[in-house]
């Protein structure tokens, strides 16, 4: 097990577009290992490989449902196929963008399609947080940000918190 150092605003590989993984083999099986062990020591729900500084298609989660039902992912090229009308917004937070969280507003249900730590597709079909964290996490490999889907007013505001919050850590 190893903990990886967790990438945070400002890094350029949070803005890059993630490379497909052209092979699911042994070296990709640890990084998720280790995606999952950094994941839960920063104790969240969701994991994209550019944030522990790996601009590859990959991403974890754990996530327990509204239904209290466990979620439990590593997905490979993960591509969202489907998406709902339906849209509802709730908190978001970012491991990559520590002590901010905002409501964002997305699509209710997903499908998302990717492939196993084994190699084999799957589909998964997902509601509630699942739905949330998914998303949330396909778009760092696109280089996108929770903060990038807020009005530019909250973006603003969030910003400005989170370098008043920068000079704070660095003075402390
Ligand atoms: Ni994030």
């Known amino acids: 097990m190893a903990l990886l150092d967790i990438e945070v605003l400002g890094a350029r590989i949070l803005r890059e577009e993630a490379a497909p993984v052209e092979a699911v083999d042994d070296d990709l099986r640890r990084l998720a290992g280790d995606m999952f062990d950094t994941m839960y020591h920063a104790e969240g729900i969701g994991l994209a490989g550019p944030q522990v500084g790996v601009s590859r298609r990959i991403l974890v989660v754990d996530v327990k449902n509204d239904d209290e039902s466990r979620h439990v992912h590593a997905l490979v090229n993960p591509v969202v196929v489907e998406a709902s009308r339906e849209q509802d917004k709730a908190s978001e937070g970012c491991l990559s963008i520590p002590g901010l969280e905002e409501n964002v507003t997305r699509p209710v249900r997903v499908t998302v399609e990717a492939l196993s730590l084994d190699g084999d597709p799957v589909r998964i ?34 910003l400005r918190k989170w370098r008043k919050n920068q000079r704070t850590a660095a003075r402390g």
């Open 125 to 158: 079909e997902a509601d509630g947080l699942l739905a949330r964290a998914l998303q949330h996490e396909v778009d760092h490999l696109d280089g996108v940000l929770f903060i990038d889907r807020l009005s530019p007013l909250k973006r603003g505001i969030l």
